[in-house]
């Protein structure tokens, strides 16, 4: 089983940035595709990144594309969630979530494991 801790969050102002970290531990990490999803306050979670078991393949919601940037250090089990120009708008709770499948895809429905969150605040 395939255990996930996210870390990084914390209160930013607009046009900030910061950088999420999703720890893997338990089970051979590349064997998983990773991605990360956000839920905010009163809205259903949804899929902002993820990537590939090798990396090769990575996709992106509209909402963050150009100024997210999903990467993974196999070596060290992690994958990292570079965050820019945040707006009011990413504030949510942030969560990966791992998946024994070579695709990269934005569905919830897809992950079987799940890490417990990291929050984000956007405000100034």
């Known amino acids: 089983q395939l255990r996930l801790v996210e870390s990084g969050g914390g209160l930013v102002q607009p046009g900030g940035s910061l950088r999420l970290s999703c720890a893997a531990s338990g089970s051979p990490f590349n064997h998983y595709t990773i991605g990360w999803f956000r839920q905010a306050p009163g809205k259903e979670r949804e899929g902002i990144s993820c990537?590939?078991?090798?990396?090769?393949?990575?996709s992106y919601d509209d909402s963050v594309k150009g100024r997210f940037t999903i990467s993974r250090d196999n070596a060290n089990n992690m994958v990292y969630l570079q965050m820019n120009s945040l707006k009011p708008e990413d504030t949510a709770d942030y969560f990966c979530?791992?998946?024994?499948?070579?695709?990269?895809?934005?569905?919830?429905?897809?992950?079987?494991?799940w890490g417990q969150g990291t929050q984000v605040t956007v405000s100034s």
């Open positions: 979530a791992a998946v024994q499948f070579r695709e990269c895809r934005l569905s919830a429905a897809t992950y079987a494991s």
């Open positions: 990537i590939s078991i090798d990396g090769e393949r990575i």
